[in-house]
């Protein structure tokens, strides 16, 4: 199952940097994770720093 972003994002970026497949990028209120693409590794929800990050 994919990570999903929560509301709780603050937009800094940390996630997208850390993604080893590129599936996190801006989107129009927060970033978002492509869910075909992520290869549900985790990497975006131990990076992130406010817990906006979560499997859904």
Do not use: F, L, R
């Given at each position: 199952?994919?990570?999903?972003?929560?509301?709780d994002c603050?937009?800094?970026?940390?996630c997208?940097?850390?993604?080893?497949?590129?599936?996190?990028s801006q989107?129009?209120a927060?970033y978002?994770?492509?869910?075909?693409?992520?290869?549900?590794?985790g990497?975006?929800?131990a990076?992130?720093?406010?817990?906006?990050?979560a499997q859904?």
């Amino acid at each position: 199952m994919a990570y999903k972003i929560s509301s709780d994002c603050i937009s800094c970026g940390t996630c997208e940097g850390g993604c080893p497949v590129g599936a996190i990028s801006q989107g129009d209120a927060q970033y978002v994770i492509d869910a075909d693409a992520c290869i549900d590794c985790g990497n975006c929800a131990a990076n992130c720093p406010v817990g906006a990050i979560a499997q859904g």
